[in-house]
């Protein structure tokens, strides 16, 4: 293991630390020129040992221009090192100016760094790639050293990601001698991560450093008092607890799960607030500058609590804070990890973290992510394949920079990880339509942005494409929103479209942890005021729910399947258990548990899946559809994170054929075809692959108008031009994200290869019994609350006819279910939600926040 310089080993003396071995390791790497992956955990000091090696040499051979290249995913956290790396080299006086570089930044600073760039620059992919378009790109980053990638774990693999990867592959061009770094905390798969990274795309030219061990983290259960929730999942049943803790801590962050979530967990804690303690709301829809606010008063220890969504998920560094909650199932060991290490963001000091269950399969999961913990063990999958539409706007981008051949580019592109495997036939396609639009769109004058000059180099039309494609640069495209504005005052953030178009004057809503009374529409904006009577409902977000990992699915099952590892449980979830043996059966390990039983003049198919919300949304759709073709009548389904249940007119027999591996085969196609998701889905990748402009000089599109035109292109394509680039990414897209169809496919191994248990009940079973309280039933006409709980009483005394200790059961049921009727209302839909509800076969009704709910103080 090497030394450090004097100067350095002096300044971690004075601090009284020793470098630790990875930060050595790192510095070794460096002088050897070679590429490192550095895992190591929360608190170990990775920024500065990613640092480190740049700083040792531009104090041996200081010099002007841009050395070292910081890539980070989130705006905050390049400012947030920015501002923690400035002290040791204040302190050390090393000749390095140090600078951000990203949306934020204004004209002129971007204007100076290009003409005057500093030492070291804290970036983002987005920014990354804009740079690279610039003709004075080869002059800004020839001198390049090195590029350091941080939470690498959380880019690679996703579109960003991507877009990520091509820009170093195009850096390796400018600069083929400057080494990479990469940081993070929590890694699965190591050496895809090392192939992300590597300048070859091969795993072995990077150098794998293993940071030591930190102090075990101590995680907690918190469940409520009194009766534990059947079903529900916003936990707010528990929050009195939760704020018991807040109040005994000096910081906690309450991490949730969704966005509408916070703002109810953030709206229940304020109404108990009775020691009027500072608490904070963060989440993505917020403004930038509300989001800037919470995040300075917690730097600066002005807060007790947050509550935070994803969008406080990465390397901020707050020290002071001292407990973590987890409101809500965490849906994967990574992901708790990284929750967890928000906490004590010191290697040294023991994270401590709360996990609080909002229902009985909750409970079983958070037992499963406690010991997965405890056994050091991650889960993730490895990063997919790249993304052709990523491809696509990539391809404009190096034509905007400057002329190409089409070979060279080629050979730069599968350089980069996520693309070493593309087909040249890919490539060709993509650069085609960037050419022209391909076959179909070729007449539109509108889609010629390249033409190629006699020797083959591959030229832009003009600048009026490259400023174009500046401003509608980047891989991140959001549901169409539109912003929320006081009337006569600020913008407060930004809620989806389709929500506002549910409200009419008058009504009222929850959000940015006000109440809020909806007045109507001013060009991009809805207009509210604050306050308001009646019952608020609160925004939901698309896609906003995250999938239960396999990993944790396969220890859930392992839990569920074994009566000897009940010990964990808590002693109603055990009851819970023992009621389901006796009644019907436990679901396996392995193979798969389907339950059939009449109830209320329908027929019910419960399959105890345990392969996440969006796997058993589309394999509700595929199951009924071949329910459908088998004449069993089928009325819906829904689908939760544990469980497929469906509905119909006839009782399902032959149940091993609607769980055959054909089912992803013609009934997926057909399904796909007819499919809004994958024209929502491919709105997006014509967005990012620059088909479809959102920005334009002197104007933005609205949401709505960006759907027109991505429709109408839809169907001239499916029509015209069925094999075009956009819609192969559209189907890899589906196939891989939006549908989860791998995890379909392993279930359906699983059940072949462990066999279909198919059990016919005289009635429901009592596992059965929070599945048919979700949110997602499509067949609450009414949505009352009473309804609502005499059903789940009555499912209940069904699933425990002739059991002992109906009596607990059923008041815990009962009191679960009235706990829920209290906080998450169900509301009678409107025409237009009936509407919406008649064109999506699994439209989810909204869920209203209590009566009565006063504004924060």
Known sequence: MGTLPELF????????????????A????????????????????????????????????PAAGLHTLYVSPLKALAVDIARNLAAPVEEMGLPVRIETRTGDTPANRRARQRADPPQILLTTPESLALLLTLEDAPALFGGLGAVVVDEIHAIAGTKRGDQLALGMARLARLAPGARRIGLSATVAHPDPLRAYLSPTGRHEDVRLVLGEGGAEPVL?????????PWGGHMGLASMPEVYRRIREAAVTIVFVNTRAQAELCFQALWRMNDDNLPIGLHHGSLTVEQ??????????????????????????????????????????VARLLQRIGRANHRMDEPSRAVLVPANRFEVIECTAARQAVAAHELDGDPPRPGGLDVLCQHILACAVAGPFLPEELFEEVTRAAPYARLARRDFDDALRFVEDGGYALRAYDRFRRLFRDAEGRVHVRGPAVARQLRMNLGTIVETPLLKVRLRGGPVLGEVEEWFISTLVPGDCFIFAGQLLRFEGLDALSALVTRGGEGEPRVPAYAGSRMPLSTHLAARVRAILSDPGAWGALPAPVQDWLRLQRHASLLPPRDGLLVETFPRGGRWFLVAYCFEGRLAHQTLGMLVTKRMERLGMGPLGYLATDYVLATWSAFEPTGIERLFEQDILGE????????????????????????????????????????????????DVLRKHEPDHILLRATRQEAAAGITDVARIGLLLDRARAGGIIHRPLPRVSPLAVPALIEEGREWVAGGAEEALLAEAAALVEDATEGLDHFEEVLAAVTEGVRARGDRDRVRRPRPQDEARARAGRNARFVRSAPRGLTTPR
């Open 26 to 61: 790192l510095a070794e790497a460096a002088a050897r020129g070679e590429s490192a992956l550095l895992v190591a955990p929360t608190g170990g000091g990775k920024t500065l040992a990613g640092f480190l090696p740049s700083l040792v040499d531009l104090h041996a051979r």
């Open 9 to 24: 080993a002096g300044w971690f003396a004075g601090r009284g630390w020793s470098p630790r071995p990875h930060q050595l």
């Open 220 to 228: 907690d259960m918190l469940l409520p008092q009194g009766r534990l």
């Open 291 to 332: 989001r800037r606010k919470v995040e300075a008063a917690m730097a600066a220890g002005r807060l007790r609590a947050v509550v935070a969504t994803a969008s406080l998920d990465l390397g901020i560094d707050w020290g002071a804070v001292d407990q973590v909650v987890q409101v809500g199932a965490p849906k994967g």
């Open 667 to 714: 009934e997926l196609e057909e399904w796909m075809a007819e499919s809004s998701m994958l024209r929502r889905s491919f709105r997006g990748i014509a967005t990012i692959a620059g088909l479809i402009e959102k920005q334009h000089p002197g104007a933005q599109k609205s949401g709505r108008q960006m759907t027109m035109n991505a429709d109408l292109i839809y």
